[in-house]
């Protein structure tokens, strides 16, 4: 049995997920419902739990701000946030779990599945990382990369290119380095797209700071700046003209 806190502001989201865990987890034990910050860090420490459903945006002290202050976090946490594209790009860069208020039950179940396999874990890198991504005043500046060895948080100028391999994904660094993940190549550019990649290829997602040259033909190729020469798709030519001209 999975012993669970529901922390969130909001009376109508703390009843709605309760009502969902309910129904569809049945493993899932709520073991406290807390409408503030301050209220949560209490039950946390009296109450030991297993997992807390953690509302990102909350008066006094944001969710964020509670781990932090909570300092030693030994349960898993699944933040829930509002449909806000930018809390959303934040999330998935840092390698954090969340969900989307209202929270889908579907979502809601595969969630508590992470869980159960011990996916969830925050660490202080996931939580100083999703503050930097969260910030209004900058882009996001890193990315947690998972790996065999858990999650290596690296500085999203440092990424040459991205390679699919089936269902994973190679990040190329600029240090000779090569992470293999397992994420899809469209996953990473849904992430990146907006912070200076482009898709070149079905195979390669790239950084235009790491551009060296392109060399016009049918689709033609692109030298970055490691030396490395990557084919460009008949398909992603003129995306990729479109945002070199942007530069």
Known sequence: MIRAILIDDEPNCVKSLAYDLEKYCPDVQIVEKCMSAKDGMLAIRQLQPDLVFLDINMPWMSGIEMLEVLGDINFEVVFTTAHDKYAVQAFRLSAIDYLLKPVDYQDLIVAIARVSEKRNHISPEHLSSLKENLSPATQPQRIGVSTQDGVDFILIQDILYCEAD????????????????????????????????????????????????????????VKMTNGVSLNVSRAKKEELLSKMNMQ
Not at 181 to 204: G, P, V, W
């Open 166 to 221: 089936s269902n994973y994904t190679y990040i190329h660094l600029k240090n000779g380095q090569k992470l293999l993940n397992a994420r899809t190549l469209k996953e990473y550019d849904q992430m990146l797209s907006e912070l200076d990649f482009c898709r070149i290829h079905q195979t390669y997602l790239i950084n235009l700071n790491h551009l060296e040259k392109y060399f016009r033909g049918d689709g033609g190729y």
